[in-house]
């Protein structure tokens, strides 16, 4: 039994030395295929390692500049000077020939027609009428022709019982008085009853009448057709009204 102890503790102890021979070479082994004179071994010690080479600076190449002298040779560019021949223009001067129009002059021969001065006598007529026709507004309907106004006196004060005569122009004359309110309303066609009649245009006058004698201007106004009711520009209904001049 002790000779086994023995041999075992032999055995154990081989084995540790061989263990450790093993591993010594690992380390030699791998120090030795890590190390490079670029990069020494640090084997734990506090060595101050050498700077790292300086990175070389990128020089850039210089790319080579023809001289300014190549740019003037666009210079030529003046031929454009040419141009001055077009103060070949003022041919134009030619254009006084046409002074000749003064034959226009000519037309003084109108003297020989002094016969239409005579027609200031139309106007002989110097009383004004007190009433006159101070405005006038269109409107359009689709079913009658009528007509429809105001009097007043100069200071826009309506007047009643005023004679007002209307009609269709050298065929119809018919009367009619204001109200209260210097209003009068009278229809002229009226579709229901005379539907042919009110698709034509028509012609009317409207005065008025004072003491029996005409006391404004007669006003005419043309309708149009009921059917062209629809067009903004027709008329079917006329607005008319007067004032006293005085």
């Not at 065929?171 to 229809?187: C, K, L, M, N, Q």
Request: proline residues 13%; contains cysteine; aromatic residues 10%.
């Amino acid at each position: 039994m002790p000779g086994q102890g023995k041999e075992r503790f032999t055995t154990v102890f081989i084995f540790l030395v061989a263990v450790m021979i093993i591993t010594t070479l690992l380390i030699y082994g791998i120090l030795f295929v890590t190390y490079t004179p670029e990069r020494p071994l640090v084997l734990g010690l506090n060595v101050a390692q050498p700077p790292p080479p300086p990175t070389p600076t990128f020089t850039p190449e210089e790319i080579p500049t023809y001289p300014p002298t190549w740019t003037p040779v666009p210079t030529p560019t003046p031929l454009p000077t040419s141009t001055p021949t077009a103060t070949g223009t003022p041919t134009p001067t030619r254009t006084p020939t046409h002074t000749r129009t003064p034959l226009a002059t000519y037309t003084s021969t109108p003297t020989e027609t002094g016969t239409p001065t005579e027609t200031p006598t139309i106007t002989a007529t110097p009383t004004l009428v007190p009433f006159y026709v101070a405005e006038f507004k269109n409107y359009q309907n689709c079913y009658d022709i009528g007509m429809k106004g105001y009097v007043f006196d100069a200071n826009g004060i309506p007047l009643e019982g005023v004679v007002v005569e209307y009609g269709e122009d050298n065929i119809s004359t018919f009367r009619t008085t204001t109200d209260v309110d210097g209003e009068f309303a009278v229809p002229l066609i009226l579709g229901g009853k005379d539907k042919e009649n009110a698709k034509r245009p028509h012609t009317w006058f409207v005065r008025l009448y004072q003491d029996g004698v005409q006391a404004s201007e007669t006003f005419k106004w043309k309708s149009d057709t009921i059917e062209d009711c629809d067009k903004s520009n027709s008329v079917q209904v006329k607005e008319v009204i007067f004032r006293r001049r005085y």
